[in-house]
């Protein structure tokens, strides 16, 4: 094993106690960790749209392509940079405007399409009593309408409503309870795999000393 | 007659596909067309959608009631506004790790608006760490105006309104620092959120600050629901913004997808009971390519 690569896995270990250390309060060496990922995470974004965005989709299209065009959302892209200039601030607005204008109108019948439509083809199922899907069935379609008249906000949930809505409710905790239980296995396999690393850590360093 | 905007929209629209389609049907090459077939129950459904909360919008633009119950997470928020007060503590607000184009950055941006007239009442500082760059204007302008509709414009601090980091976890360890640091005493979490929230909302257990969160992204409902004192779980979020701004637009989105909800209801019902009697038309009716 290389040099690097004992630096590197050192550096990440102690990183990795540094982060681990809040565990027990506060205090300096999870300060200096935590500053260190945010400055880092600024820079390395800062780089990663310049070379993946501006580079790419402005310069190239428009240097190399005589593609001018595309420098029309650079221009609305410098416009929000207006906002440092107390005067014309305004300025930045006509941007955001676009962006979240595109933003919508694109994603509006996509979610329409996979989180309403397809949903409801889902969930038209046949319920038997006979037979132990058929009752499975059942339970999803009364679940999901349960739920779905939880989220009901021109009633006041009283009466047949209200309870509907109860119903909907303990079927909405369901779900969260395993996904919580899911979820934490999986933060669990993350811990394990982090607890791997130090390991390996410890054995490359003995084989390191002992030459093994 | 005067026509409404959208409506000749509307029908610009139409004329534009009906010409484009009709072309393709001449040249006998329906894959140009800008119209697909296969997906005309979307075009009814959204057409349909988008009246039905047109019509509602118009409705509060005229002045009409509009009818929404009050959501518990409502007067949660304004019980962690004044205990943050009573300390003499500041507020932090987490608007999530998405961008302005999501719809939940556009709900918790109103929500903040609102927040930040509460705040500015009672003269309490109100911290506002950002994830996404475009969230920061936006954020400015709604805390801005939401100091200046408290009539205290002059209160208003630019430097509480704070870019930390795009990256997910570096964001969440900025926000860490801040809720160990600042000490804030209520914690405000809306919007679009993943792995981090259970890493916010349990340092922010760990400190004592009272805690409301609202998400509509479901599988970090669970870890809300278990580390905050009071959840406005889904569309309950949407809700929260209506209500509080009071904005027609809003309300009528609000009231419009409720009678969407009805419907979805109705054709749900149907649908399973035509599946029982083995009649599968109206369930191929919903199938998308």
């Known amino acids: ?212 | 007659m005067r026509i409404p905007h959208l409506l000749r929209l509307f029908f610009v629209s139409c004329i534009f596909l009906l010409v484009d389609f009709s072309l393709s049907v001449a040249q006998e090459d329906l894959s140009k067309s800008w119209f697909n077939l296969h997906r005309v129950n979307m075009l009814i459904f959204l057409v349909f959608f988008f009246a039905v909360i047109i019509y509602f919008i118009e409705r509060a633009k005229r002045g009409k009631s509009l009818f929404i119950r009050r959501i518990a997470g409502l007067d949660a928020i304004e019980e962690a506004v004044g205990r943050a007060t009573e300390m003499g503590k500041p507020v932090l607000f987490i608007s999530g790790i998405e961008d302005v184009d999501q719809i939940q950055t556009v709900a918790a941006m109103i929500i903040l608006g609102n927040v930040a007239k509460m705040v500015a009442g009672y003269d309490t500082p109100l911290l506002v760490p950002i994830c996404q760059p475009f969230v920061v204007p936006v954020a400015e302008e709604r805390v801005k105006e939401g100091y200046a509709s408290a009539g205290k414009p002059e209160a208003y601090n630019r430097d509480n309104v704070r870019y930390i980091s795009s990256e997910q976890f570096a964001y969440a360890a900025g926000v860490n620092g801040i809720m160990l640091r600042e000490r804030p005493a209520a914690n405000l979490m809306f919007g679009s959120f993943y792995a981090e929230s259970l890493v916010m909302a349990e340092t922010g257990f760990s400190t004592g600050a009272i805690q409301v969160a609202g998400t509509a992204n479901i599988h970090q409902l669970p870890f809300f629901v278990v580390a905050c004192d009071y959840t406005i779980i889904g569309e309950e979020l949407f809700a929260t913004s209506a209500y509080l701004s009071k904005e027609p637009k809003l309300l009528g989105s609000l009231k419009g997808s409720d009678l969407v909800k009805a419907i979805i209801i109705g054709f749900l019902t149907l649908g399973a009971v035509l599946e029982t009697f083995g009649i599968t038309h109206f369930t191929r009716w919903f199938f998308i390519e």
Request: a positive charge; hydrophobic letters at 55%; aromatic letters at 16%.
């Open chain 1, 1 to 212: 094993m290389d040099l690097l690569t004992i630096i590197g896995n050192t550096l990440a270990l102690i990183l990795t106690l540094c982060i681990f250390s809040f565990l027990y309060k506060d205090n300096p060496f999870y300060k200096f960790a935590e500053h260190l990922v945010v400055g880092v995470s600024a820079g390395y974004f800062a780089v990663l749209i310049y070379f993946t965005g501006f580079i790419p989709k402005v310069w190239d299209p428009v240097t190399k392509k005589n593609e001018w065009w595309y420098i029309l959302p650079a221009i609305l892209g410098i416009m929000t940079w207006t906002r440092f200039l107390k005067k014309w601030s305004w300025i930045s607005r006509f941007s955001i405007a676009f962006y979240m204008g595109i933003a919508v109108g694109v994603s509006m019948p996509l979610d329409m399409q996979g989180r309403v439509i397809r949903q409801l083809s889902a969930t038209m199922l046949p319920v038997h009593l006979m037979n132990l899907q058929g009752i499975w069935n059942l339970l999803i379609v009364l679940g999901v309408l349960c739920g779905l008249v939880y989220f009901f906000f021109s009633l006041e949930h009283k009466g047949v409503v209200g309870g509907a809505a109860s119903v909907g409710i303990w079927i909405l905790m369901i779900g969260f309870g395993a996904g919580f239980g899911l979820t934490v296995m999986g933060r669990v396999s993350l811990l394990a795999d982090r607890i791997q690393f130090m390991r390996e850590w410890y054995l490359m360093v003995i084989k390191g000393v002992t030459g093994g």
